[in-house]
């Protein structure tokens, strides 16, 4: 998982390694991402637990920005 309070370091030496399932946070999610630590182009499946709590509470920017930083279209995956 990619959440805060865990070291970013470890965290993305794992996941180059390759994974099948990554449940982060958007943030960590997103901060990953912009600093190139893994790479979204390859996803076939994304999911937002409780995406409308996500989008009441002020996440929908952090959300749409996933969008550019390399997330397949649906067409795509």
Do not use: N, W
């Amino acid at each position: 998982s990619a959440v805060g309070g865990h070291d970013m370091f470890t965290v993305s030496d794992r996941l180059r390694q390759g994974c099948h399932i990554l449940s982060a946070t958007t943030g960590r999610l997103k901060d990953m991402v912009e600093k190139g630590r893994i790479s979204l182009k390859k996803v076939k499946y994304f999911v937002l637990d409780e995406a409308d709590r996500m989008l009441d509470t002020g996440f929908e920017p952090d959300i749409c920005k996933l969008e550019d930083l390399g997330l397949p279209s649906k067409d795509d995956r």
